[in-house]
């Protein structure tokens, strides 16, 4: 369904085709199976425009095939690591923890969406690295609060006096769904007028449309989307096990919502507990649902959280500071890089 190339802000956008099979069993695979496609369409494209450096997202496949390719063409590259690449991923199988090892080792700049994950791939390495830091940035102007919320809700069927909880993200145990899917039945106990968008696909998306009309399950959708349902609701709930630093918290705080998720990866550095949302231990199902009545109950306290948050995604999650600080680390890669060629050339 992806095209085989794209427009994004007038830059042309490819997507070169490989093989790949559905399943985690193939992924050690993958970055050997993306790496002939990417080299001859990485040669092809450079006779248009030379290359400086790679940026590779992920570090398995994309981090691999980047150092693959970084090594053909003799161009540095960056492996930005994104949160299941090193909670999840390494974890399935000795050969994937492997290969993420030697991604960390062996490209010029590790770097990590929060410093959690910086502090996890740290160890991972069997020599001393250095692991930049690189928030992820939202578009505020996408993501931003809804002019007239009750005509929104109009527009998408939702009740004007309900009071309404947007997920984002995989149905599955690890996002916590099965925490939310309980904590649910309390909520709505206590409160009938409560309804809970779900928007994604997984495993578990039967078992939460069975909860019944209180549950809307909207299936995956496009970015904008996304950001009209955030504009509907009154709070982002998350409840994940494990996480980098999700995209969907920073919209969702963009959108002046406050956020209930669980304190694990980057999301401590994003959500303030008590004053951009609650943050709860993993599993707790119990705080889980007082935290979400506590929102529903108290409407002063959900505006100034959601304000508080909105702030805070314009003073740390910015587009211009994800590219300057990019910018820094890239000239710093380019530069170690140019010393070392002297180096090189001087010995011989």
Not at 270 to 294: E, M, N, Q, W
Not at 310 to 333: C, G, M, N, P
Request: net charge positive.
């Amino acid at each position: 369904m992806v095209p085989r190339s794209d427009t994004w802000d007038g830059i042309h956008v490819r997507y070169p085709r490989y093989p790949r099979p559905p399943g985690a069993f193939y992924r050690k695979f993958e970055p050997f199976a993306m790496f002939p496609a990417l080299y001859s369409s990485f040669r092809a494209w450079s006779r248009e425009q030379p290359f400086d450096l790679i940026h590779a997202h992920g570090l398995l496949p994309c981090g691999m095939a980047a150092v693959l390719l970084s090594r053909a063409f003799r161009l540095p590259c960056v492996c930005h690591a994104r949160g299941s690449d090193v909670n999840v991923y390494p974890r399935e199988s000795r050969a994937n923890f492997l290969l993420t090892r030697y991604v960390i080792e062996n490209c010029n700049a590790p770097a990590a969406t929060s410093k959690a994950l910086a502090e996890k791939m740290a160890p991972m390495s069997r020599v001393p690295r250095k692991i930049s830091v690189l928030y992820k940035s939202v578009d505020t102007k996408l993501f931003t609060p809804a002019a007239d919320k009750g005509a929104l809700r109009r527009r998408l069927g939702i009740p004007l006096q309900a009071f309404v909880t947007i997920f984002v993200g995989n149905l599955s145990h690890d996002k916590g769904v099965t925490d939310l899917s309980a904590a649910w039945t309390n909520i709505t106990e206590k409160l009938p007028m409560s309804i809970l968008v779900l928007i994604g696909d997984g495993p578990l998306s039967g078992n939460l449309a069975a909860l019944g009309s209180t549950v809307l399950v909207c299936g995956p959708r496009p970015n904008a989307e996304v950001a009209l349902r955030m504009q509907a609701s009154d709070v982002l709930v998350l409840p994940s096990y494990s996480e980098g630093l999700p995209n969907v918290v920073l919209e969702a705080m963009a959108c002046e919502l406050p956020v209930v998720a669980t304190s694990v990866g980057g999301i401590p550095e994003a959500v303030i507990h008590g004053k951009t949302g609650f943050l709860l231990p993993v599993g707790d199902r119990c705080k889980l649902a007082s935290s979400i009545l506590t929102l529903a109950q108290n409407e002063n306290l959900r505006c100034s959280m959601g304000k508080a948050g909105r702030k805070r995604i314009q003073t740390l999650f910015r587009w211009d500071t994800y590219v300057s600080h990019a910018s820094e680390l890239y000239h710093s890669v380019l530069e170690n890089r140019t010393a070392q060629t002297f180096k090189k050339v001087a010995r011989a």
